[in-house]
T-cell receptor
Framework: AQSVTQLDSQVPVFEEAPVELRCNYS??????LFWYVQYPNQGLQLLLK??????LVKGINGFEAEFNKSQTSFHLRKPSVHISDTAEYFC??????????FGQGTTLQVKP | GAVVSQHPSWVICKSGTSVKIECRSL??????MFWYRQFPKQSLMLMAT?????????EQGVEKDKFLINHASLTLSTLTVTSAHPEDSSFYIC????????????FGPGTRLTVT
């Protein structure tokens, strides 16, 4: 069975500071990894994905993530956050079936 | 590309009535769509997998007679909440899956259901 753990439920950070949102997964098969962002009362928007190849993945809005197979992690990073990055972030894993397993979510609160 | 729409975006209904939510993939065909439910401050909970032309597959604990899913075409899936009760109030989100491996899901904007 697959599972995803987002280690921080809330991450407060000041504007223009760097941020890392942590995600660990468990799976007995090869996985695909995703980060989604959700703004209030909206659906999910894909930030980035790891399917294969380079372990450093760059996404939209200046976010990037690194797939670390040995540590079964896929942490999301941004070198300098903006107020507009305040949102809920979800890490997810899928396998060849396509079904997504989501983490519990991390609330990123960017303070001025 | 890869746009998924949901209709309505919000709906209020009275207890005991039924509500239908539509999920459409606007620019690609999707043989598989998913329906999720999300409670406030919580993650998405997969309710069911909708397959075009066949019966939906429901997750454990989801009442299939209460949450009717129909996937009649390659671009449309519907979720009908039958005999709705206040505890069915939630945010319902659908996604449409691409047809080739590695599969990817594109999400609709969600539907806020309030049952009074």
């Amino acid at each position: 069975a697959q599972s995803v753990t987002q280690l921080d439920s809330q991450v407060p950070v000041f504007e223009e500071a760097p941020v890392e949102l942590r995600c660990n997964y468990s799976s007995s098969v090869s996985v695909y990894l995703f980060w989604y962002v959700q703004y209030p009362n909206q659906g999910l928007q894909l930030l980035l994905k790891y399917l294969s190849g380079s372990t450093l993945v760059k996404g939209i809005n200046g976010f990037e993530a690194e797939f670390n197979k040995s540590q079964t992690s896929f942490h999301l990073r941004k070198p300098s956050v903006h107020i507009s990055d305040t949102a809920e972030y979800f890490c997810a894993v899928s396998s060849n079936t396509g079904k997504l397993i989501f983490g519990q979510g991390t609330t990123l609160q960017v303070k001025p | 590309g890869a746009v998924v729409s949901q209709h309505p975006s919000w709906v209020i209904c009275k207890s005991g009535t039924s509500v239908k939510i539509e999920c459409r993939s606007l620019d690609f065909q999707a043989t598989t769509m998913f329906w999720y439910r999300q409670f406030p401050k919580q993650s998405l909970m997969l309710m069911a997998t909708s397959n075009e032309g066949s019966k939906a597959t429901y997750e454990q604990g989801v009442e299939k007679d209460k949450f009717l899913i129909n996937h009649a075409s390659l671009t449309l899936s519907t979720l009908t909440v039958t005999s709705a009760h206040p505890e069915d109030s939630s945010f319902y989100i659908c996604s449409a899956q691409t047809t080739s491996v590695p599969y990817e899901q594109y999400f609709g904007p969600g539907t806020r259901l309030t049952v009074t």
